[in-house]
């Protein structure tokens, strides 16, 4: 055990893969000598060297397309996108390809790559280095979509992600990138996918969250308790895929569901979690379920702090769930 | 064919044609011959079956038969190819069974991708042929990439890299040349100017001087052939790849060709292309120029001739007929292949 | 005829000028590029004070923005990305609009909605950057097309970087220029550097310039640090746009002085002497050579000039700093041209969770 911040967690959890196989090799920009600009890469070059640890032109496309190529003839690729909202020029690659290869080759050639991206709000990035859309890519078929919200289960993600057989984007909730350290297993530590993590046990409602909500629903919790409100926080890890046997259960034990992400409401990862719960909870629900997101706005920079749920927004939303029924 | 229409000869004397085509010449011709003929044959078929409606879909690469073949004869079986639209028949003379490739496109059951793409979308990975996309000019990158990986495990193969006119001007090419160029990978970039992005005709798609005036932009070299000539494409990727194997790195060949069919079996080229195009590219003809040649020199005479047309065709109709007996993919492989397993779907927990 | 076209008709440059830098507008020039360079410094001092949230340095490309701008008219459409300060400046946009928007309070004309240095100043013809490299190079090139349709005689002109070249939209954008041959100046400033890759590793191609040739128009390298080549060479690329000859890319070689911006270390990356050696050509020292040789600056002048700007800076940034945050509804504006009922009911919501107005 080693007590890291989350991203020297992804640090640790990439130079582990890293040594374990030959095959796992990084790329991106900034990623070798300056060790990516959050340091996530730090002294990997170093480590590893430049063959594996590969600095490329400023072309989003142009590292997921090579990382592809690579992946086909069976390296592991990590690719860094310098942050999830410069995903674009290469969502090409990712949604037509990536998510596809496996499929339309009818197996024979599987693609696996690993994307990593920061991502989220929190550190005044304005529009640009702020969103949260891992909804585009939850509703691409053929991807899967891990998010830690501890240095564990960065680590622990991360190494599970690099050997899984498919492809995976995984975003790292960048607010936290240093603001939350923990204990983290050395050496092979890996945390299967699709089992949520029980942040906190409570019988009055449950609160879904990933990322950087995390730590903010847990802190409602503690609001609440004072107020003689149980609140279960679940982690959901991975959006894809769902540990959806975990959410139910936990409604059918609660009867209230509060959903907290950053992303805007409208077509969010909630309203996926609000639909499966409504079809295979619903005589468990005592109240509305309530979501509480980013705005259906654009990220916006002064007033972040209005944009982005907070504790208090959380601990309200469970009130009037709690207070409805 | 009509051996007697004014098709562009191929200038070339028997000592030519053998350095072009290495010391075993004649066998390789009789061998480029064929396949081409054969190339030919099957897009006959392909769409007098898709007007008849047998199936949805086809994309001829008629005009294109010469560089498809070269590149099929001239590469080796450590090299890979990431496909543009038009190469199937690179994957057939790298050993993709003509039957296995008409399941493909009927979809059935025999096809390894289980019917999942369109027509004239074949994976072949034992013929090193990787699977193709519908979207222009993704794979170039990825051919980068590919390349990159063989580097990296110490192979010897070449990659090579096929799209069209069109595609020079995809994001792709500009990130796959410039990749390849900054990591000096072992890539032949080969640009199947057929001159028509369906109705787009290449002076429209770029004001360059050509596309593989192109090449210097990434510190490439950039070659323009005439990829009618059987002789000259084949020299040339020989080339190509014997350099990129050696370390030399990349290089953009732009091989000039001409559409001769429409774009696919939804186009009509009426609609767009100027009087007097088709004819110029019949005199472009690269299976009758080299037939013409052929002739020229005694090296396909006319019961050969006979043969092998008719070789080709029995050859494609057992291809079609074995296809058409194929059921449809079981419906259960719908859901299968999305993920590495089936359980692995968004709502693993619930399996 | 649109009002930009009476305009630029109207506008001496339709008569056609000789492209040298006039000499009169020399010390002009100078002022901008001190007024730059110290907003630089005081701005990197801000941010590590937290009074504003994020910087990105221009020094070294003084004279590279300075002479584009001087070379661009007030009807022609800039197209930036988010180091062009001096250009908007020159431009004639208020240094206190400057820091309003670097602040992000309630004056900023973007409402404080972008990171600073992401100016959106429409007066000024001074298109709202974005973060995500290169997009904005397509977008010139649609303007430009815009400007053919309405036979406006005025031209585009996108700024960019060494690193976008690598980007799809410059692909994209020259190319789409080149074959409708659009009004369009592609003015790449070269400082050596995208974050931390050195422009030897973006590109293998000898000059960036050279890539306009994959697209069929002339490319151009010049010395960004001089800032009469750098006006010299925009006004014959503008004078070739308005006369139909399409677009022109324009390498200025630069070097970025200072780090990427203020989240980044160069010294993770670079020697500092070869910064050293760069600063031996300081656009600004270079121009004062020429204006002290030429005895239209001393050093008592030059002083003068830079406790002016240094007064401008501090009066603009103690106005911005005055001024409050927007107003908590202005998150919900400007979405779409309406509000929605969606938007009005989170907008309600936000309101009662942080107070402000209801507009
Ligand atoms: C990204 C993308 N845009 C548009 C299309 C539709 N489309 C299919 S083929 C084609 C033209 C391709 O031209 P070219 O690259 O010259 O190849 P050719 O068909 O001539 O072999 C277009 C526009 C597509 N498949 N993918
Ligand atoms: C699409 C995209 N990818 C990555 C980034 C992160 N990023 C911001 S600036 C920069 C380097 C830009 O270099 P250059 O174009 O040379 O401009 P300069 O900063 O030197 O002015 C990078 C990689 C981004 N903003 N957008
Ligand atoms: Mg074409
Ligand atoms: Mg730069």
């Not at chain 3, 790449?188 to 000059?207: D, K, V």
Request: with cysteine; hydrophobic share 40%.
């Amino acid at each position: 055990m080693t007590e890291l911040t989350l991203v020297q967690a992804v640090n640790r959890g990439l130079q582990e893969a890293m040594r374990q196989d030959p095959d796992v090799l990084i790329l991106g920009e900034d990623v070798g000598v300056n060790g990516g600009v959050f340091r996530a890469t730090e002294g990997l070059q170093k480590e590893f060297g430049p063959g594996r640890v590969i600095d490329t032109p400023l072309s989003e496309t142009g590292i997921v397309g090579t990382a592809i190529g690579m992946a086909l003839y069976g390296l592991k690729p990590v690719a860094e996108i310098q942050f999830l909202d410069f995903i674009y020029p290469a969502f090409d690659q990712i949604v037509s390809e990536l998510a596809k290869f496996r499929y339309r080759s009818g197996g024979q050639f599987p693609c696996h790559v690993v994307v990593r991206a920061p991502y989220g709000g929190g550190i005044k990035g304005g529009l640009y280095h702020s969103q949260s859309t891992e909804a585009y890519f939850a509703h691409t078929a053929g991807l899967k979509v891990a998010i830690p919200s501890t240095p564990a289960d960065a680590k622990g993600l991360l190494l599970t992600a690099v050997h899984d057989e498919d492809p995976v984007i995984f975003l790292e909730p960048k607010r936290i990138y240093r603001a939350v350290t923990g204990e983290v297993p050395d050496g092979d530590h890996r945390v299967p996918f699709g089992k949520a993590r029980l942040v906190r046990e409570g019988s009055d409602v449950s609160i879904f969250a990933y990322g950087a909500m995390v730590p903010t629903a847990t802190d409602a919790a503690a609001t609440l308790a004072l107020e003689g409100i149980s609140a279960e926080i679940i982690d959901l890890r991975t959006l894809v895929p769902l540990d959806e046997r975990a959410v139910i259960a936990s409604v059918e034990k609660t009867g209230r569901a509060v959903i907290v992400h950053e992303a805007a409401r409208f077509c969010g990862f909630g309203g996926e979690l609000a639909a499966i719960l409504a079809e295979k909870a619903f005589y468990s629900l005592k109240a509305p379920i309530a979501r509480v997101t980013g705005y259906d706005t654009p990220f916006p920079y002064s007033l972040e702090h209005v944009y982005l749920p907070n504790t208090d927004r959380v601990a309200q939303a469970a009130r009037t769930t709690v207070r409805a029924g | 064919m009509n051996p007697d229409s004014a098709v562009e000869p191929l200038s070339y004397t028997p000592e030519e044609a053998a350095a072009a085509l290495g010391p075993e010449w004649t066998a390789t011709l009789e061998k480029a011959y064929r396949w081409m003929a054969l190339g030919r044959a099957f897009d006959a078929r392909m769409q007098g079956l898709q007007r008849q409606g047998r199936i949805g879909f086809y994309g001829a690469a008629t005009g294109q038969e010469a560089v498809n073949v070269a590149a099929g004869l001239a590469s080796t079986s450590d090299d890979w190819v990431f496909p543009g639209l038009r190469e199937q028949l690179v994957a057939l003379v790298r050993g993709l069974p003509l039957e296995e490739y008409a399941h493909s496109i009927f979809g059935d059951a025999l096809d390894p991708a289980r019917g999942r793409q369109m027509p004239c979308h074949p994976t072949a990975r034992p013929a090193h042929y990787v699977s193709m996309s519908s979207v222009i000019g993704t794979q170039i990158s990825q051919a980068v990439g590919f390349a990159y990986a063989l580097r990296h495990r110490r192979e010897r193969g070449v990659v090579l890299a096929f799209f069209g006119d069109g595609a020079t001007s995809s994001n792709d090419f500009h990130a796959g040349l410039n990749f390849a160029a900054v990591f000096d990978l072992p890539v032949v970039f080969c640009c199947a100017n057929n001159q028509w992005a369906i109705s787009v005709p290449a002076e429209r798609q770029t004001a360059a001087a050509s596309f593989a005036a192109k090449a210097p932009a990434y510190g490439l070299e950039g070659r323009q052939l005439d990829g009618t000539d059987f002789f000259a494409v084949y020299r040339e990727l020989s080339m190509a790849l014997r350099s990129a194997r050696a370390g030399g790195g990349p290089v953009l060949l732009e091989l000039r060709t001409y559409r001769l069919t429409p774009h696919s079996s939804s186009d009509d080229p009426r609609r767009y292309q100027p009087a007097g195009w088709a004819e110029e590219g019949a005199r472009r003809d690269p299976v009758a120029r080299l037939e013409a040649w052929m002739q020229a020199h005694d090296l396909l005479p006319a019961d050969r001739r006979a043969k092998i047309a008719a070789a080709a065709d029995t050859t494609v109709r057992a291809a079609v007929r074995a296809a058409e007996a194929a059921p449809p993919p079981a419906p259960e492989t719908l859901t299968e292949d999305v993920y590495a397993s089936r359980s692995s779907g968004p709502a693993e927990g619930t399996e | 005829m649109t009002e930009a076209a009476h305009a630029a008709r109207s506008h001496e440059t339709s008569r056609s000028p000789s492209a040298e830098f006039p000499k009169g507008r020399r010390l002009e020039a100078y002022r901008w590029m001190v007024l730059a360079r110290v907003m630089d410094e005081r701005c990197l001092s801000l941010q590590r004070q937290g009074r504003i949230g994020f910087y990105a340095p221009l020094s070294g490309q003084e004279a590279a923005q300075v002479g584009a701008a001087f070379a661009m008219q007030p009807e022609d459409w800039i197209f930036p990305a988010y180091r062009e300060v001096a250009v908007a400046l020159v431009r004639g946009v208020p240094l206190r609009s400057v820091f309003d928007q670097l602040v992000g309070n309630a004056s900023d004309r973007s409402k404080g909605r972008q990171m600073p240095n992401h100016f959106a100043f429409s007066e000024i013809r001074f298109v709202s950057a974005s973060s995500p490299i290169g997009t904005q190079i397509t977008q010139a090139v649609g303007a430009s097309m815009a400007i053919q349709r309405r036979k406006d005689r005025i031209a585009t002109i996108a700024f960019f970087g060494d690193g976008a070249t690598s980007s799809n939209d410059f692909h994209a954008g020259l190319n789409f220029a080149g074959v409708f041959r659009t009004p369009t100046i592609f003015f790449c400033q070269n400082n050596q550097w995208a974050i931390s890759l050195p422009r030897e590793r973006q590109t293998r191609s000898a000059t960036l310039a050279e890539k306009a040739a994959a697209y069929g128009f002339p490319g151009v390298v010049v010395d960004g640090n001089d800032v009469a080549a750098v006006y010299r060479t925009v006004r014959e690329a503008r004078e070739r746009a308005l006369a139909g000859d399409g677009p022109t890319l324009i390498e200025a070689q630069v070097y970025r002085f200072g780090p990427h911006s203020t989240s980044d270390d160069p010294r993770r990356y670079r020697e500092d002497s070869q910064v050293q050696a760069a600063r031996q050509r300081d656009p600004i020292a270079l121009l004062k050579a020429t204006l002290v040789q030429d005895r239209v600056l001393d050093e008592a002048a030059d002083s003068k000039i830079w406790e002016e700007a240094r007064a401008e800076v501090a009066e603009a940034l103690a106005g911005a700093e005055k001024e409050p945050l927007p107003d908590v509804a202005s998150v919900f504006e400007d979405v779409f041209a309406a509000l929605t009922p969606r938007l009005e009911e989170q907008r309600d919501e936000a309101l009662g969770m942080h107070g402000g107005h209801r507009p």
